[in-house]
């Protein structure tokens, strides 16, 4: 059976993906939302939303992106809070 090593399926992006820069085209991210990158690789998404001022994280902790995401010391906020 073929296994397959997943930490090395991620690739390096050289700019935003797609889908997030649609997600900021279209002012579905801003400096009021939180967003959560479940597949977040490398963490590259991750890095070009906070120098945004986008409050975003993914699931792994990685030193070179700086995301840490810990689901006990999270809360989750929404920027319908309140509405």
């Known amino acids: 059976m073929l296994r397959?090593?997943?930490h090395?399926?991620?690739?390096?992006?050289v700019e935003i993906s797609?889908?997030?820069?649609l997600a900021l085209e279209h002012q579905l991210l801003s400096d009021a939302t939180t967003?959560?990158?479940y597949g977040c690789g490398h963490g590259d998404d991750i890095t070009r939303l906070k120098q945004q001022g986008i409050d975003a994280d993914g699931p792994r902790g990685s030193p070179k992106s700086g995301h840490t995401w810990s689901a006990q010391n999270r809360p989750m906020r929404s920027s319908r809070q309140g509405r």
């Open 4 to 6: 397959v090593q997943r």
């Open 8 to 13: 090395k399926t991620a690739i390096r992006r």
């Open 18 to 21: 797609r889908p997030i820069r």
């Open 35 to 37: 967003f959560f990158d």
